[in-house]
């Protein structure tokens, strides 16, 4: 039987269109999913694909506006009983924190999967049109429920809180950390690396009505304390420090931000570092920090921001929820 799935569409390289070919310049999100659609149709025999446009714009460009729209929509989807699973085509520039951001706040009992491209799709050598097939069929196979939300670029199959950008080019740009890719799939062939892991899970936090301000502080050599002051402002309730290494930062810095979280800031360390595990640390007891573990800084900012829209402020609770998988 067909597998329906509902296509949202939100621009991005995968719907992108040149001038030329050769050129690297392009602009996103030029082709309508209608046409996306009726490309990939032929080569999708498994499923009913349904299309909606929901914006089409380069994902650099994404706001908690569109986030809100989409997650709408699929909510809306994973409670209609004529859908089987939902595809987001996405620019790759921040799909890694909407993925998250839809993982944490929907339920796993159907697939979820974003899928972009690296390459415009008039480019020599696009990668769009495999990439969503591929997509297709994942999101078309039973055993991708449970899952929880999932990317799809370049053969590989990676979950929301693994996935993450790793290079600014190349159709391989995307990298999963802890765990690489949990699925190899072709437009052929889909192979799982394990069971699923959140079977029946139902959504873990509430969609925020609202996203708090919560700015990313950079580390940098010679880095002096009064720069943590330009970024906070009497709206910000958290900030996340993309540190050095395992999330480290000059101690005049440290002092100052521990003395944002005696004020009630909840400051996460993460690290500017490509790959890593960010652990807990004794000074971060005293100090009311909060180890990002596995996250890097943007998508531990997304974190932060779903608890604190949920009420989640004490740092023994934030802690708890950057130590789950």
């Given at each position: 039987?067909?597998?329906?799935?509902?296509?949202?569409?939100?621009?991005?390289?995968?719907?992108?269109?040149?001038?030329?070919?050769?050129?690297?310049?392009?602009?996103?999100?030029?082709?309508?999913?209608?046409?996306?659609?009726?490309?990939?149709?032929?080569?999708?025999?498994?499923a009913v694909l349904e299309g909606r446009e929901l914006a089409a714009i380069g994902s650099e460009d994404i706001t908690p506006d569109l986030w809100q729209r989409i997650w709408t929509q699929c909510d809306a989807a994973m409670r209609a009983d004529t859908v089987?699973?939902?595809?987001?085509?996405?620019?790759?520039?921040?799909?890694?924190?909407?993925?998250?951001?839809?993982?944490?706040?929907?339920?796993?009992a159907k697939p979820v999967v974003l899928v972009g491209a690296m390459r415009a799709a008039d480019a020599v050598g696009s990668d769009g049109l495999r990439n969503l097939v591929n997509a297709i069929r994942v999101t078309a196979d039973a055993d991708a429920a449970g899952r929880g939300v999932l990317l799809v670029m370049g053969d590989r199959v990676i979950a929301a809180r693994d996935a993450r950008k790793a290079r600014t080019s190349g159709t391989d740009a995307f990298r999963g950390f802890p765990r690489d890719a949990v699925a190899a799939v072709t437009p052929h062939s889909l192979d799982w690396f394990g069971a699923p892991w959140a079977a029946r899970r139902s959504a873990r936090f509430?969609?925020?009505?609202?996203?708090?301000?919560?700015?990313?502080?950079?580390?940098?050599?010679s880095m002096e304390p009064d720069l943590v002051d330009r970024i906070v402002g009497p709206q910000t309730r958290g900030v996340v420090l993309?540190?050095?290494?395992?999330?480290n930062a000059p101690r005049g810095v440290r002092d100052r931000l521990a003395e944002l979280a005696r004020r009630g800031l909840v400051i996460v360390r993460a690290s500017r570092v490509d790959e890593g595990?960010?652990?807990?640390?004794?000074?971060?007891?005293?100090?009311?920090?909060?180890?990002?573990?596995?996250?890097?800084?943007?998508?531990?900012r997304v974190l932060l921001q779903v608890l604190l829209?949920?009420?989640?402020?004490?740092?023994v609770a934030v802690q708890a929820a950057f130590d789950e998988r």
């Open positions: 039987m067909q597998s329906h799935i509902l296509i949202l569409a939100t621009g991005g390289t995968i719907a992108g269109r040149s001038s030329s070919a050769l050129r690297r310049d392009y602009r996103p999100g030029q082709i309508g999913i209608g046409e996306l659609i009726d490309r990939v149709r032929p080569l999708a025999p498994q089987n699973g939902i595809i987001i085509t996405h620019g790759t520039d921040t799909a890694e924190e909407t993925a998250l951001l839809l993982d944490l706040t929907l339920p796993t509430t969609f925020p009505r609202e996203f708090p301000e919560v700015p990313i502080l950079h580390a940098f050599a993309a540190g050095f290494g395992e999330g595990i960010v652990d807990r640390e004794p000074e971060d007891d005293t100090a009311g920090f909060v180890a990002a573990r596995s996250l890097g800084p943007a998508k531990a829209a949920n009420g989640v402020r004490d740092a």
